[in-house]
């Protein structure tokens, strides 16, 4: 349900900006790069804070 949610948001800002004949602020390559690298960081933040508590225990 959450891909679901997610494409309909994208898809209606895609929308959104072409209604108002606004061009994205990054070209679609370097917004890929920049999602993959939030999703990097989304996974490292839990990994850090485990590996932190094992050191600490």
Do not use: C, H
């Amino acid at each position: 349900m959450n891909y679901l949610i997610s494409l309909a948001i994208g898809l209606f800002v895609g929308v959104l900006y072409g209604a108002l004949d606004f061009r994205s602020p990054a070209p679609p390559a370097i917004a890929l790069i920049g999602l993959m690298g939030m999703l990097l960081g989304e996974k490292l933040w839990p990994m850090g804070r485990q590996l932190v508590g094992t050191w600490l225990s």
